[in-house]
């Protein structure tokens, strides 16, 4: 029972997750400021790094890499927040 707990969990929060990429890319899809599509692509790829690390926390995805997260969403942080800047 304890599995299944974490299990629907683990989906809630991917649904979490894909509700934020979607809101986010349908924002962005409304406006046409140049930099946008590298937002886009930004935002996608941290959903699945999130998704990955989600899985991997329930023990459904052993590939996920800590190191590669932590660098992509410190990397992800400073590109997001030079946008934000130019806006």
């Known amino acids: 029972m304890a599995e299944e707990s974490k299990e629907t969990k683990a989906l809630d929060k991917i649904s979490e997750i894909m509700n934020k990429l979607q809101k986010t890319l349908d924002k962005e899809g409304t406006e046409s400021k140049e ?3 590298v937002h886009s692509w ?6 699945i790094h ?17 190191a590669a997260y932590d660098k992509f969403m410190k990397d992800y942080e400073k590109v997001v927040n030079d946008l934000d800047d130019n806006d």
């Open 42 to 47: 930004l935002e996608e790829h941290r959903a």
């Open 50 to 66: 999130e998704i990955k690390r989600t899985l991997h926390e329930v023990g459904k995805f052993d590939k996920f890499d800590s």
């Open 35 to 37: 930099g946008h599509k």
